[in-house]
């Protein structure tokens, strides 16, 4: 049988998307009258899987078929719903469906850490080329660009996965809740789902190859893991949703609810927007902000600032350039068009922002002070990837001087150093297990790590 989610339709009117059981084959195996079964074929990876299509030409199920927790159809073709609201009825169901896009994030994440663990791992035996000073040959992961690699990657990990953590428990609530979930949560969760989901998926990708390119030639074995673990994660950027298409539902949410908290103020807090505006204006063309604002690059509330700078700042003239689609008489899709890119990286520095919000939250709840200043560290070196990665966008606007957003790479290649030290911990405080690991990759370490139970 197969969970067919289609358009409900009684007595002519429509119910929206309800999922119905359909049978598809028979005692034999064979496709029942109506039903085409076809397989997609062998696929980059993921081939224990099978894929496939499904079409149905007048195929009828009994009104029984349909799983009727959110609404059911009588032998006379009334329909009834617990959720009288339309809109509402659309959200709870396709509700349902978060929960496969928040999966994938969360296997993304699983996937590169693995990658990370075992590339970090390698990086603390392999050695090459000696160091003039010793004679002695340095392991790879004394080497800067090695660290630069890695490190960040980890980093970036670290604050997907708490971000992560956040979203499935912010699922259970909503869903716990049922048909009386509060729909601004639901939405906001939907949102949330989509933008991490496709940043995770992406880290995912770039990481998961950085760490074959960082275990060298030893890293294309199929017997040391990489292969097989880039094959099967490389369509998690497509699927349960293409990130692309995902990042501007972030985007089309954030300006709706942008628009609406506008129109909200009052004459004086409009006045005031508007003032802020000009503002806003002149400090670009000066570049005012940088000489105003010169907090410590390893400050958390500076880096805050930068990052939550940088969203608002994309997304309200994202908002502005959206206006003129309003117009009478405008183009609405060559207005949409044009600003696609723009509404991408509105929505990248939405999430971007998110994700550090939950990892500082995340340090602030441990309690051994030890741990907490190097997940701090840790946390900085994430902060700071990201506001390296958009120093263009902070120089374009004068959020940074030039000299500083060179400052911003030294204080990376710093925390790198500084995190050196501490990369087998962090590698293995993500708990992974080390039977998940074994591979001849790692045949060299002296002290396989003992299995540790994941903190927190
Ligand atoms: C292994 C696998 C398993 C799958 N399993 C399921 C499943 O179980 N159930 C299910 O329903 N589906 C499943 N899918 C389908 C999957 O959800 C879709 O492949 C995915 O949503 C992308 O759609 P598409 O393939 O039509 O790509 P397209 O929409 O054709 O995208 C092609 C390119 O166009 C770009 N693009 C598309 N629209 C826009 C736009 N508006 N603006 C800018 N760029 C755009 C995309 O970014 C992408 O780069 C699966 C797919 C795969 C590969």
């Known amino acids: 049988m197969a969970v067919v989610f289609a358009q409900l339709v009684t007595r002519g009117e429509t119910h929206g998307v309800h999922a119905l059981l359909v049978p598809v084959r028979d005692g ?6 109506g039903v085409t079964i076809e397989d997609c074929g062998r696929k980059a990876g993921l081939n224990g899987v099978d894929n496939g299509r499904l079409v149905f030409d007048r195929v009828r199920v009994p009104r029984e078929a349909l799983l009727d927790r959110f609404g059911d159809v009588a032998p006379d073709g009334t329909y009834t719903s617990p959720s009288a609201n339309e809109s509402r009825r659309f959200f709870t169901m396709l509700g349902t469906l978060v929960r496969g896009r928040i999966s994938v994030a969360g296997g993304a994440v699983a996937a590169t850490e693995k990658a990370l663990a075992l590339a970090i791992r390698y990086g603390l035996t392999r ?33 997907l996965h708490v971000a992560q953590a956040g979203l499935v428990a912010d699922m259970h609530d909503v869903q716990a809740a049922g048909a009386d979930a509060d729909e601004q949560a639901q939405r906001d969760l939907e949102t949330r789902a989509a933008g991490i989901k496709a940043v995770a998926t992406w880290h995912a990708t770039t990481t998961i190859q950085t760490c074959r390119e960082a275990c060298g030639g030893a890293g294309y074995l199929a017997v040391n893991l990489l292969p097989q673990l880039k094959a099967d994660t490389d369509v998690f950027t497509t699927f349960e949703g293409d990130n692309t298409v995902l990042l501007q539902l972030v985007a089309k949410t954030l300006l709706s609810d942008y628009g609406r908290r506008v129109a909200r103020l009052d004459p004086l807090g409009r006045a005031r927007f508007v003032a802020d505006l000009v503002a806003t204006a002149v400090a670009e063309r000066t570049g005012l902000r940088a000489v105003l604002r010169r907090g410590d690059l390893r400050d958390r509330a500076y880096q805050r600032w930068l990052l939550a700078e ?47 919000d939950a990892f500082a939250e995340a340090v602030e709840r441990v309690a051994d002070p030890e741990v907490r200043a190097l997940l701090e560290q840790v946390r900085g070196l994430y902060a700071l990837t990201v506001i390296e990665g958009d120093r263009a966008f ?48 790692l045949a060299g370490e002296q002290t396989p790590a003992p299995d540790l139970a994941p903190v927190g």
């Open 28 to 33: 034999s195996g064979r496709a029942l009258p």
């Open 127 to 159: 050695r090459q080329f000696a160091d003039p000073a010793t004679g002695e040959e340095v392991v790879v992961l004394d080497y800067l660009v090695h660290q630069r690699k890695l490190l960040p990657a980890l980093a970036t990990a670290y604050a």
């Open 310 to 356: 940088r969203e608002q700042h994309l997304l309200a003239n994202a908002a502005r350039r959206m206006r003129t689609a309003l117009a009478p008489g405008a183009d609405r899709f060559a207005v949409f068009n044009g600003a696609q890119d723009h509404l991408l990286v509105a929505a990248r520095a939405h999430v971007d922002r998110l994700v550090s």
């Open 394 to 441: 902070f120089v374009e606007h004068g959020y940074l001087t030039a000299g500083r957003a060179k400052a911003v790479t030294r204080t990376v290649n710093a925390l790198c150093g500084e995190l050196r030290p501490h990369a087998r911990t962090l590698v293995d405080g993500i708990g992974i297990p080390e039977t998940w690991l074994a591979c001849p990759l």
